[in-house]
């Protein structure tokens, strides 16, 4: 058996990021050194800081194409553009499969995140009254052109790491341990992106365990092959998918892989599991694996935030006329209050109010609500108007602001509502692990108006569900055009 591996074995050395996030793939001629999961300096440097000087070599070139000096307030717009950008915008995709191509970069936040970089410069220039200083030329071309600079260069460096892989310029391996389903899985991802390196095959002492599908050629061997094949072939990586338990296998394996140079890792098999946000994260050294997060912790939770004020603060000073204009016609449709406050569960479950234009003759806010039904007696003339345009949703805008409520979100339920529902729909309570919003997934997909039905409330759960799982700021943007372009035709809402 070990001639035989022997002989499969194709001695390599060399660099390639190992872990499932591609790795920018970096590093001087004929230099032969292994990093196993972390990167060399100047690849991290270069992912970190790469669209943030693609924005502003597109701002230096914008001056050049329109013939102005790079004078020292562009210099200093130039400064702010990168310290912004790299605290904001992603890192660049290094994923060389080719299943998406460039639709993969266009959906990967560059241009949403492009979007909020620039309300905030613009904020700065209003907030500073130094708008006048800048060529409007030089800066809308800057604005228009820089999303599509940033996709061209981060299609670049894939095609960049996909030749250097084909020329032999990047010589990690990877072997893993266990032929099931965990292990084909990360086995399929390592062969799409040949930038990695070189997958070399399976060992596995469990014929019962094997996925029958895999290619016989891949089975390199058994338990007990592992460490001379990984020593022959100086083996950069091994992948142990195996359920992690104090097995006498392992703990032998574990021993001996000390005595070679390559990295190991164990790879849990977490797909069983209804993910969302999966991530590895630690607390105070103690490694953890979460597997139901929120999408809103680190700097993603500041950027939502960010862009949740920025928003809100923007339309409210277009709108404020008509606010006002609303509130007159409140007043005047029927007795009662101008705004409708009604206690709803927002982030982790806690109760907040919730504020709206009061669009019937009740306000009902008590243990049992019955919602509104199309032709409803107790809707005025007025407020079923303000209803079928959503304009009776606009005072949550000041929900925004105090941070009980975001723009983009699962829509906020009464909580009697909750009370009922949260006990036959299963997982109904995790579309509270953000804030309640005032537009969501759910509502531009269809599922607005009265759920007189528990399916057609787990469809609208399911929809707020997937928005957690998928959220970018780009989802948030879309979901905000959707929803200016259905509210005027949408007839689900009454």
Same mark, same amino acid.
């Given at each position: 058996?070990?001639?035989?591996?022997?002989?499969?074995?194709?001695?390599?050395?060399?660099?390639?990021?190992?872990?499932?996030?591609?790795?920018?793939?970096?590093?001087?001629?004929?230099?032969?050194?292994?990093?196993?999961?972390?990167?060399?300096?100047?690849?991290?440097?270069?992912?970190?800081?790469?669209?943030?000087?693609?924005?502003?070599?597109?701002?230096?070139?914008?001056?050049?194409?329109?013939?102005?000096?790079?004078?020292?307030?562009?210099?200093?717009?130039?400064?702010?553009?990168?310290?912004?950008?790299?605290?904001?915008?992603?890192?660049?995709?290094?994923?060389?499969?080719?299943?998406?191509?460039?639709?993969?970069?266009?959906?990967?936040?560059?241009?949403?995140?492009? $979007?909020?970089?620039?309300?905030?410069?613009?904020?700065?220039?209003?907030?500073?009254?130094?708008?006048?200083?800048?060529?409007?030329?030089?800066?809308?071309?800057?604005?228009?052109?820089?999303?599509?600079?940033?996709?061209?260069?981060?299609?670049?460096?894939?095609?960049?790491?996909?030749?250097?892989?084909?020329?032999?310029?990047?010589?990690?391996?990877?072997?893993?341990?266990?032929?099931?389903?965990?292990?084909?899985? $990360?086995?399929?991802?390592?062969?799409?992106?040949?930038?990695?390196?070189?997958?070399?095959?399976?060992?596995?002492?469990?014929?019962?365990?094997?996925?029958?599908?895999?290619?016989?050629?891949?089975?390199?061997?058994?338990?007990?092959?592992?460490?001379?094949?990984?020593?022959?072939?100086?083996?950069?990586?091994?992948?142990?998918?195996?359920?992690?338990?104090?097995?006498?296998?392992?703990?032998?394996?574990?021993?001996?892989?000390?005595?070679?140079?390559?990295?190991?890792?164990?790879?849990?098999?977490?797909?069983?599991?209804?993910?969302?946000?999966?991530?590895?994260?630690?607390?105070?050294?103690?490694?953890?694996?979460?597997?139901?997060?929120?999408?809103?912790?680190?700097?993603?939770?500041?950027?939502?935030?960010?862009?949740?004020?920025?928003?809100?603060?923007?339309?409210?000073?277009?709108?404020?006329?008509?606010?006002?204009?609303?509130?007159?016609?409140?007043?005047?449709?029927?007795?009662?209050?101008?705004?409708?406050?009604?206690?709803?569960?927002?982030?982790?479950?806690?109760?907040?109010?919730?504020?709206?234009?009061?669009?019937?003759?009740?306000?009902?806010?008590?243990?049992?609500?019955?919602?509104?039904?199309?032709?409803?007696?107790?809707?005025?003339?007025?407020?079923?108007?303000?209803?079928?345009?959503?304009?009776?949703?606009?005072?949550?805008?000041?929900?925004?602001?105090?941070?009980?409520?975001?723009?983009?979100?699962?829509?906020?339920?009464?909580?009697?509502?909750?009370?009922?529902?949260?006990?036959?729909?299963?997982?109904?309570?995790?579309?509270?692990?953000?804030?309640?919003?005032?537009?969501?997934?759910?509502?531009?997909?269809?599922?607005?108006?009265?759920?007189?039905?528990?399916?057609?409330?787990?469809?609208?759960?399911?929809?707020?569900?997937?928005?957690?799982?998928?959220?970018?700021?780009?989802?948030?943007?879309?979901?905000?055009?959707?929803?200016?372009?259905?509210?005027?035709?949408?007839?689900?809402?009454?």
């Amino acid at each position: 058996m070990r001639e035989s591996i022997q002989a499969k074995g194709i001695r390599a050395s060399g660099y390639a990021a190992p872990d499932a996030a591609p790795r920018a793939l970096l590093r001087r001629r004929h230099e032969k050194v292994r990093w196993g999961a972390a990167e060399p300096p100047s690849a991290a440097l270069l992912r970190h800081f790469l669209n943030p000087s693609i924005i502003v070599l597109t701002l230096f070139a914008s001056l050049l194409i329109y013939g102005q000096p790079i004078s020292a307030p562009y210099l200093a717009l130039g400064a702010l553009a990168f310290l912004i950008a790299s605290q904001t915008v992603s890192e660049p995709v290094m994923d060389c499969s080719g299943r998406d191509g460039v639709f993969t970069l266009l959906h990967h936040r560059i241009f949403g995140e492009w $979007l909020l970089v620039s309300a905030a410069l613009l904020l700065l220039a209003f907030a500073f009254k130094v708008t006048e200083v800048f060529s409007r030329r030089v800066i809308l071309t800057w604005f228009a052109v820089t999303p599509f600079v940033v996709v061209a260069a981060q299609a670049g460096l894939r095609r960049y790491a996909a030749f250097a892989a084909m020329r032999g310029k990047i010589a990690q391996s990877h072997v893993i341990v266990g032929a099931g389903e965990a292990g084909a899985r $990360l086995a399929r991802r390592l062969q799409a992106n040949p930038h990695l390196g070189a997958f070399k095959g399976f060992f596995d002492d469990r014929a019962a365990e094997r996925l029958p599908e895999l290619p016989q050629e891949q089975m390199l061997g058994g338990m007990a092959d592992i460490v001379d094949y990984v020593r022959l072939n100086n083996v950069s990586n091994v992948y142990i998918c195996l359920p992690i338990r104090p097995d006498e296998r392992i703990l032998r394996l574990l021993g001996e892989l000390k005595d070679t140079t390559a990295s190991v890792y164990f790879v849990p098999d977490i797909f069983a599991f209804d993910l969302i946000q999966a991530q590895v994260c630690n607390l105070d050294g103690v490694p953890l694996l979460a597997v139901c997060e929120t999408p809103f912790s680190g700097m993603n939770g500041v950027l939502k935030r960010a862009s949740d004020i920025a928003f809100a603060i923007g339309i409210l000073a277009l709108i404020w006329p008509v606010l006002l204009a609303i509130a007159v016609g409140v007043r005047l449709s029927s007795p009662g209050p101008i705004l409708f406050r009604q206690r709803r569960y927002g982030l982790y479950g806690e109760s907040i109010n919730v504020y709206k234009f009061r669009s019937m003759t009740v306000c009902e806010d008590g243990g049992a609500i019955v919602q509104a039904k199309r032709n409803d007696e107790r809707v005025t003339r007025f407020g079923a108007f303000l209803r079928r345009t959503s304009l009776d949703e606009l005072p949550q805008l000041f929900n925004v602001l105090l941070g009980s409520m975001s723009l983009v979100g699962p829509r906020p339920h009464a909580v009697a509502h909750n009370e009922e529902y949260r006990k036959v729909i299963d997982g109904y309570m995790r579309r509270h692990k953000v804030r309640p919003g005032i537009t969501g997934w759910a509502q531009v997909n269809g599922c607005r108006g009265e759920t007189e039905t528990v399916e057609k409330m787990q469809r609208r759960v399911e929809y707020d569900i997937e928005y957690l799982r998928n959220w970018s700021l780009r989802l948030d943007v879309a979901i905000l055009l959707r929803t200016a372009r259905l509210v005027w035709r949408d007839r689900n809402a009454y």
